[in-house]
């Protein structure tokens, strides 16, 4: 496990991840996902197959424009509720999120390089549904149930963990408290609804502020995921604030996450369009490092904008090498 200091993307170093490839599984690939749980595909061979080309597309996109990778995902859903849903026992759950583990440690051994690092991550998501909370823990509650799989996780060999797609402000206050007893880096990113705010009602800035005052500034950093550039811009308000942002994961489209989840085909936008977007986004906010995709993006998507990003801190670099002569 690297120290949080360690981590590159804290170091400079601009890096990608991908999420919600879920919805490429179902749509492209062909499986029906017993809710929405692709870690058991690890036990299928054309699953390991069609996860391996997928991923591999993602950081050959990634690495082939200067990028490191996080590599990362599998483990969204592998939490014990999600588990036992689709009949696994904690024994049979802690293997396979050991051998997820041990799936991205193969990419990152492959394409490491001083030019473009890798490390592994264990994503975990909320303990219900994200886009349709219910009844929400409370802190206390939530740092026993992630515990179990932080553990899990941390004994496997991750580097780093991270919360995706939370919407409650209180799950991540509990789940960043396990991380933090586990001793292993943690990174927090929130599900924005259209217009800016979480489900709760909470602007992302108090979202952060009330995660960081719970927690003693436990996570490394905070991200976005699982919504459009569009929509999650009116979250983005000034202020020194934006300094806890360290990355944003953005579908594809412009559209309710549970509709594409619906849609029963393969919502992927415009690759090149998306990577603008995320462009712009790097002009904004240049401390930000971590450049990934979420529902809909592959590695074209993910090519794009670690091209696009690249070309944005090039040019950056060069306007302040002219301001300084």
Not at 122 to 149: F, K, L
């Amino acid at each position: 496990m690297i120290a949080e200091s360690k981590l590159p993307q804290m170091n400079g170093w601009d890096m990608t991840c991908g999420g919600g490839f879920e919805t490429w599984l179902q749509y492209v690939d062909g499986f029906e996902l017993r809710h929405f749980c692709a870690f058991e595909l690890l036990n299928d061979k054309r699953g390991v197959a069609c996860l391996t080309d997928y991923h591999r597309r993602l950081v050959e996109g990634a690495v082939s424009n200067g990028f490191g990778v996080i590599n990362e995902g599998l483990h969204y859903r592998s939490s014990r509720d999600w588990g036992e849903l689709i009949g696994f026992s904690r024994a049979a759950l802690e293997e396979i999120n050991a051998r997820g583990i041990e799936f991205y440690k193969n990419f990152a051994h492959e394409y490491e390089s001083p030019e473009t690092p890798m490390l592994v991550g264990g994503v975990i998501g909320p303990r219900g549904d994200a886009y349709d909370v219910g009844r929400t823990p409370n802190a206390g509650e939530a740092e026993e149930y992630h515990s179990e799989q932080i553990l899990t996780l941390k004994k496997a060999g991750a580097d780093l963990i991270t919360a995706a797609t939370f919407s409650c402000v209180y799950e991540a206050i509990g789940l960043a408290r396990a991380a933090k007893a586990a001793e292993i880096p943690v990174v927090i990113s929130f599900f924005i609804k259209k217009g800016g705010r979480l489900s709760g009602g909470e602007t992302l800035e108090e979202a952060i502020a009330k995660v960081d005052a719970a927690t003693g500034n436990t996570p490394a950093y905070y991200m976005i995921n699982c919504t459009h550039p569009t929509e999650f811009e009116p979250a983005l308000t000034d202020g020194s604030w934006t300094k806890r942002l360290g990355g944003f994961m953005p579908n594809a489209v412009a559209m309710e996450t549970l509709d594409l989840c619906k849609l029963g085909h393969l919502e992927d936008g415009d690759p090149e369009e998306l990577g603008g977007q995320m462009a712009d986004l790097a002009r904004r906010f240049p401390h930000i490092n971590v450049w990934g995709g979420c529902c809909g993006t592959d590695g074209r998507h993910i090519g794009e904008i670690a091209r696009q990003v690249g070309d944005v801190r090039k040019t950056m670099a060069a306007e302040s090498a002219e301001l300084k002569l």
